[in-house]
């Protein structure tokens, strides 16, 4: 057992609010990107953050700003040649993927000084999320919340089915590059929690977990935060208990969680 204690400490009030933001996220950006099978561009946005942290070291601003502007630039780069250039999907993720990758490891080596907290943006810390990044992280939340509260239905109809959407005379484009910069605000705020590396899997997880037991998109959204909070917390006093790394203790819940879900859905199949 763990002593209820620890909850009177900063630190642990910190990670708790970033894993109540961050399932939050999850749960309702997860669910488009489950829905309208988008995880591979995901994982190509996710990865393609770790060039904003370090151009964020190079010049001498908070990595996770660096991350924010950089993966929204690169979701509206991957829509546009995608919409526009008629560019292969697996191309554009492969290329984006790796010149994320190696412009973050250009800018880190060639920046002033030492990034002594560059293993925490790469595997996640949540212990030790500071107060400005649970701030930053609150705002993107409500951002989230916000947007996907207005433009629901528009978003819900380009998610199911495209050519529906068109035909409603919805701004299919304009809608598809705001789910992906939906996307790449989401992965920013899942950097601090599990780290660029598990992003994608934290991102998906717990709205692949649920979708093969509810029909109803919002019903999936609150199913998925749900878990996602479950994973996280659950996660995150695992690794207090044992002290072993919070944001791989997280993904691995996640990931019994996905397989104790296909259990059941083909033990109801069979």
């Known amino acids: 057992m763990i002593d209820l204690g620890i909850l009177e400490y900063g630190f642990f009030q910190n990670a708790l609010l970033a894993g109540l933001f961050a399932s939050i996220a999850c749960g309702i950006i997860g669910s488009f990107v489950v829905v309208k099978r988008m995880v591979s561009i ?6 393609a953050a770790f060039g904003g942290v370090g151009l964020g070291y190079l010049f001498g601003v908070d990595p996770l700003v660096g991350a924010f502007g950089f993966t929204t630039a690169v979701a509206l780069g991957i829509g546009f040649l995608k919409e526009k250039a008629g560019q292969h999907l697996d191309t554009l993720v492969g290329a984006v993927w790796a010149a994320g990758m190696a412009l973050g490891i250009i800018c880190i080596s060639i920046a002033p000084g030492y990034a002594p907290d560059l293993f925490s943006y790469l595997f996640g810390n949540i212990l030790l999320v500071p107060g400005q990044d649970v701030l930053m992280m609150g705002i993107l939340c409500a951002l989230i919340l916000v947007v996907v509260g207005l433009l629901f239905s528009q978003l819900q109809a380009v998610t199911f089915d495209e050519e529906y959407a068109r035909v409603m005379n919805l701004p299919v484009t304009w809608l598809s590059l705001l789910l992906l910069v939906l996307v790449a605000i989401t992965v920013v705020m899942l950097i601090r929690v599990v780290g660029i590396i598990l992003v994608i899997a934290l991102l998906t997880l717990p709205a692949a977990t649920v979708r093969g037991h509810v029909t109803r998109l919002p019903t999936m959204m609150a199913a998925s935060v749900c878990l996602g909070l479950l994973f996280s917390v659950g996660g995150l006093w695992l ?8 944001g791989a203790t997280i993904i691995i819940l996640a990931t019994a969680g996905y397989a104790v879900s296909l259990l059941l859905s083909r033990s109801r199949a069979g």
Do not use: A, K, N, V
Not at 239 to 246: A, G, Q, R, V
């Open 42 to 47: 995901s994982g190509g946005i996710s990865h």
């Open 239 to 246: 690794s207090f208990i044992l002290d072993i790394p919070s």
